[in-house]
Structure formats: C-alpha cells, structure tokens
C-alpha cells in the first residue's frame, strides 16, 4: 500500500498569510474589498476569496475607480501607483511585505543617494513583469536593470559602478552565480557592491524541501502557474527526484502516475494554501490506491 505525506514546511510564507489574513478581516466586516492584482499567485485561492466577496482589479481599473477601499498585497507597488490612490481618494490596506518594503526602500536610498553617479547601474536579480519586481524597479523611476538569469549578467557595463539587488524569491545560488562574476569581470576603476536581499524563509525552504523530496518515490509539488517561486522550488525537488510533477488542482493527479508507488510526497509552494496540498492527498487517496 502507498503511504501519503503532506510537507509540513510548505504552505504560504509570513507575507501571504499577513495579507490573506487582512483581507478576510474586513471582508468578515461585509465592506466591499478591491484587491491590486491576484492576492497571491495561485489560482484556487483566489477563487476561494473571490467567494468570499474579493474583487480581484488590475491597475487600469484602479486609475478609474474613487472612494474605494484596496488592498495592496504583499508583492508591492511602485511609488506611482500610491500616488493614482491618493488622488483617487483610495482607502489603502497596505499588505505589502516588510521584507519587500524594507528592500524598496534600500533600492530607493541607493538611487536617491548615487544620484550624481549618472553612470552608475542599479541591478535587480528577479523576472521581468514580476509584480514585485515592477516595485522595485519603480523605485529608481524604471532605471534599474533586471536580470532574470546568471547568464543575464554579460549585459552589464564592467566599467561602470554596480549596485546588485534581488528579488526576495530567487534562488540563492544563482545569485551567487551573478556575484562571482561581476567580481571576476568588473573593471579595478568601478565600484561593486552587492546585498543579499533573498527571503530567509523562502531561501531555506530549499533544502528542506530536496530532502522531502528525496525521502519519497513520488512527489507532486502543488502550485500556481504565475507562481515564480513554485517554479523554483518545482525545480529543486526535480533536480533530486526526477519522479517530482507539477499540479495546480487535485484534478491534475492521474492515477497512472502512482502504478508501482509505495511513497508519495505532496509539497508546494510560499504561495500554495494547505487546504489545497489537503485536498491533493485527498485526491490520491480518493483513487483507492493508498492510505494515509
């Protein structure tokens, strides 16, 4: 018989719940609650609030709408949007993660502060489009350079002062990567300093997670598809199980899969709700091949 586990070190980070947590409060008030783009990327969530009386808008909507209530979720926005609230009379409950806010910040004391520097590059290791990425970048006035890959890094001017930041959902050890090589490559007139601005508690869900992934046969890594970081840890358990697939519904899970199983692991990402990895263990066990 195949025995079921739920990763008990998966599941939303501080950031999504703090925010999650916000808007079901004052939609338990029954006020009318816009939020600035999906809450958190993972469509089954967003349904869920969306029940509860959640009106998902995106930032065209946000410029037509007055004397509303929005949540700002825990991606962050970039100063012009605060200010399309403030002259649109917008009651803002402002859910954006501290450790962004506290990175916005830093990226916009780096720009203000090297502002003589017309030559120096503000770089943001993080995925283009990214909503928080959009934030950060806004911090500079759309200045600041972003690279999505290491491979990325050859576009840089070694002969200009770099300042390097990233994204707080990418990997560590790609990061890295990008550091070692402007080192290797930056010219000895240019300045080069970098900060480690990698959410500790998504960075170290990493290991924790190649190691549940190694201690079973079979994983299924439950996530969002515009989740970046459930790319990311999908990829570090495949890198350790090649016997790891990617599902968003419990509807995902085929019974073929598990022929031969005696071991299966359901994990996911920072932005992946426990009652849908539940719901997942649920569908295995509803296919009358395992117990829990």
């Not at 079979?218 to 350790?240: D, P």
Request: aromatic content about 8%; charged content about 25%.
């Amino acid at each position: 018989m195949i025995k079921v586990e739920i990763d008990e070190g998966s599941g939303f980070c501080f950031g999504v719940t703090r925010a999650i947590n916000k808007a079901e409060e004052e939609l338990a008030k029954g006020h009318t609650l816009y939020c600035l783009g999906d809450i958190v990327h993972n469509g089954q969530e967003c349904q869920r609030l969306e029940k509860l009386g959640l009106i998902t808008i995106n930032h065209q909507q946000l410029a037509d709408l007055h004397h509303a209530k929005v949540l700002f979720r825990a991606h962050g926005e970039p100063p012009e949007t605060y200010e399309i609230a403030r002259k649109n009379d917008i009651q803002l409950i402002d859910a954006t993660c501290p450790v962004v806010l506290q990175l916005q910040r830093r990226i916009k004391s780096q720009y203000d502060n090297t502002a003589s520097d017309k030559e120096r590059q503000i770089v943001i290791y993080g995925k283009n489009g990214h909503a928080e990425v959009l934030g950060l970048v806004g911090q500079t006035k759309g200045e600041a350079i972003v690279l999505e890959r290491p491979e990325d890094v050859t576009r840089l001017d070694f002969t200009k002062d770099i300042y390097l930041y990233s994204q707080t959902t990418k990997s560590l050890e790609e990061f890295w990567k990008i550091v070692n090589y402007i080192q290797e490559h930056i010219s000895p007139n240019a300045n080069f300093e970098y900060y480690d601005t990698i959410c500790r508690q998504v960075a170290n869900r990493m290991p924790h997670l190649q190691e549940f992934a190694k201690a079973h046969e079979l994983i299924f890594f439950v996530s969002g598809q515009k989740s970046s970081n459930g790319r990311i840890l999908y990829h570090e358990c495949q890198k350790v199980n090649p016997n790891t697939h990617f599902v968003s519904r419990p509807e995902d899970i085929e019974g073929t899969l598990l022929k031969g199983i005696q071991s299966v692991g359901v994990c996911g990402a920072t932005s992946t709700p426990k009652w849908l990895m539940e719901a997942c263990r649920n569908r295995i066990l509803s296919l009358g091949l395992v117990e829990s």
